[in-house]
């Protein structure tokens, strides 16, 4: 879709487009079979300021808006899911707090790390028993002194293994209270930290998902992001912008997915003709085509709205809500579009498959965003 884009932003995305073609698509199917994350490609991209977009240049960053953010992220998931979640994690999630929440001397010490690819960034919020009702979490952090010890396992989490510094939320009151959780952040290497079990997972495979476990975990109150009790109410705010990049994932799929099957409709010949001349095919990319364009104003709106500083929770929720599932749509058709040869490992259609399901169920499932948005429609 053609929107009246600044020069910046198309420069942006044509950097991005140029590295994913060069550095990440020649190596997507050995990455995803063997489900290796790879780490080099994330120092790359730190060299072209792509870890740190919106990160402010004294910080260490890029200083650009959401939308060349969002830009970047379809850039990339065009090409591969799994990187462009990694991505997406790293910036939105655990340096979106840290810039967010973080006082001026936690930001002046782990933002330049996180923005130059130096440090992979992890969040940590989700557990074992509690991924939607994340607040009822059971992982505690106590005061001791002058410092904080943690216990408890964080699952699920992108760079669980290799993230260098974490952003985790932990519960520091009462279960099921209000205000009881506060956000800390912990670098690898101190003692009682460590990543756990690495996900086999569906897709997304080149994105690392594992384990966070905290034994006895000791951390200084430094380390401690804003008040004490102010955890829950911060990760709600970083999951809004989160999003809006789980939004532009989906659509940097279905995007690829799209074009895989335009062109292949053309090549096809059934009945002595492309396969692009039947209805049944056509309509489904003239519906592809439309959702996408769809999403992608959602998503727009919301990447405006969060570079003016404005609320956007609705908006966030309804670009993540509708664009994932324009995604697994898109998706599925194109592999129907590619009949038996969609099936295999020999087209790109059958990973954009498989990675767009977990836009659906990442930062907010489908039914959250859906409780998310009622919620704000019956405010009025
Ligand atoms: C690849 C991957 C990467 C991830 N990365 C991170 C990360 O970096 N950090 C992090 O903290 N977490 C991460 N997550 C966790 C993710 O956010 C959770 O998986 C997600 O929030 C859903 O939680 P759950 O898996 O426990 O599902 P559940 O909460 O158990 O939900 C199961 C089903 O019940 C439905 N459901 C639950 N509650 C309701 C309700 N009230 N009304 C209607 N339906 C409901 C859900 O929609 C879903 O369909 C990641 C997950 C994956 C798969």
Same mark, same amino acid.
């Given at each position: 879709?053609?929107? /009246?884009?600044? @020069?910046?932003?198309?420069?942006?995305?044509?950097?991005?487009?140029? !590295?994913?073609?060069?550095?990440?698509?020649?190596?997507?199917?050995?990455?995803? $079979?063997?489900?290796?994350?790879?780490?080099?490609?994330?120092?790359? &991209?730190? =060299?072209?300021?792509?870890?740190?977009?919106?990160?402010? $240049?004294?910080?260490?960053?890029?200083? &650009?808006?959401?939308?060349?953010?969002?830009?970047?992220?379809?850039?990339?998931?065009?090409?591969?899911?799994?990187?462009?979640?990694?991505? /997406?994690?790293? %910036?939105?999630?655990?340096?979106?707090?840290? &810039?967010?929440?973080? %006082?001026?001397?936690?930001?002046?010490?782990?933002?330049?790390?996180?923005?130059?690819?130096?440090?992979?960034?992890?969040?940590?919020?989700?557990? /074992?028993?509690?991924?939607?009702?994340?607040? %009822?979490?059971?992982?505690?952090?106590?005061?001791?002194?002058?410092?904080?010890?943690?216990?408890?396992?964080?699952?699920?989490?992108?760079?669980?293994?290799?993230?260098?510094?974490?952003?985790?939320?932990?519960?520091?009151?009462?279960?099921?209270?209000?205000?009881?959780?506060?956000? !800390?952040?912990? @670098? =690898?290497?101190?003692?009682?930290?460590?990543?756990?079990?690495?996900?086999?997972?569906?897709?997304?495979?080149?994105? $690392?998902?594992?384990?966070?476990?905290?034994? #006895?975990?000791?951390?200084?109150?430094?380390? =401690?992001?804003?008040?004490?009790?102010?955890?829950?109410? #911060?990760?709600?705010?970083?999951? +809004?912008?989160?999003?809006?990049?789980?939004?532009?994932?989906?659509?940097?799929?279905?995007?690829?997915?799209?074009?895989?099957?335009?062109?292949?409709?053309?090549?096809?010949?059934? !009945?002595?003709?492309?396969?692009?001349?039947? #209805?049944?095919?056509?309509?489904?990319?003239?519906?592809?085509?439309?959702?996408?364009?769809?999403?992608?104003?959602?998503?727009?709106?919301?990447?405006? &709205?969060?570079?003016?500083?404005?609320?956007?929770?609705? #908006?966030?929720?309804?670009?993540?809500?509708?664009?994932?599932?324009?995604?697994?749509?898109?998706?599925?058709?194109?592999?129907?579009?590619?009949?038996?040869?969609?099936?295999?490992?020999?087209?790109?259609? @059958?990973? !954009?498959?498989? +990675?767009?399901?977990?836009?659906?169920?990442?930062?907010?499932?489908? @039914?959250?965003?859906?409780?998310?948005? /009622?919620?704000?429609?019956?405010?009025?």
């Amino acid at each position: 879709m053609e929107f /009246a884009t600044e @020069e910046l932003t198309r420069q942006v995305g044509q950097t991005a487009r140029d !590295f994913a073609n060069q550095y990440i698509k020649p190596y997507v199917m050995e990455w995803d $079979e063997s489900q290796h994350f790879p780490h080099e490609v994330f120092a790359g &991209l730190g =060299r072209l300021g792509l870890m740190g977009v919106v990160v402010p $240049e004294e910080y260490g960053g890029s200083g &650009l808006s959401y939308i060349e953010y969002v830009t970047v992220i379809q850039e990339i998931a065009k090409v591969c899911g799994g990187i462009g979640l990694s991505l /997406a994690a790293h %910036n939105s999630l655990c340096t979106g707090h840290i &810039l967010a929440f973080g %006082n001026e001397t936690q930001r002046k010490k782990f933002l330049p790390r996180l923005a130059s690819g130096e440090a992979i960034g992890a969040w940590g919020l989700t557990e /074992a028993n509690t991924g939607s009702d994340a607040g %009822n979490m059971q992982c505690t952090a106590v005061k001791d002194g002058k410092d904080w010890v943690l216990n408890g396992t964080k699952n699920w989490i992108t760079h669980g293994i290799s993230g260098q510094i974490a952003v985790v939320v932990a519960r520091t009151g009462e279960p099921r209270t209000r205000n009881n959780a506060t956000a !800390f952040i912990v @670098e =690898r290497g101190t003692p009682g930290f460590s990543g756990g079990k690495k996900e086999n997972k569906l897709g997304m495979r080149a994105s $690392e998902t594992a384990e966070m476990i905290f034994d #006895q975990c000791r951390i200084s109150d430094e380390n =401690r992001l804003g008040e004490v009790g102010d955890g829950f109410r #911060q990760a709600l705010a970083v999951l +809004d912008g989160g999003r809006i990049s789980i939004a532009a994932l989906s659509i940097g799929i279905a995007k690829g997915a799209m074009e895989a099957a335009i062109q292949y409709s053309k090549e096809r010949h059934q !009945f002595d003709q492309p396969i692009s001349n039947f #209805q049944g095919i056509s309509f489904k990319l003239a519906d592809m085509a439309t959702e996408i364009a769809a999403a992608e104003l959602l998503t727009f709106q919301a990447a405006d &709205l969060k570079n003016r500083h404005l609320p956007m929770t609705r #908006q966030a929720a309804m670009a993540k809500y509708y664009a994932s599932e324009v995604a697994v749509r898109t998706s599925n058709d194109a592999v129907q579009i590619f009949g038996g040869y969609g099936y295999t490992k020999d087209f790109p259609v @059958e990973k !954009f498959y498989r +990675d767009s399901k977990l836009c659906t169920i990442g930062e907010g499932t489908s @039914e959250i965003q859906k409780i998310v948005i /009622a919620r704000e429609v019956l405010k009025g």
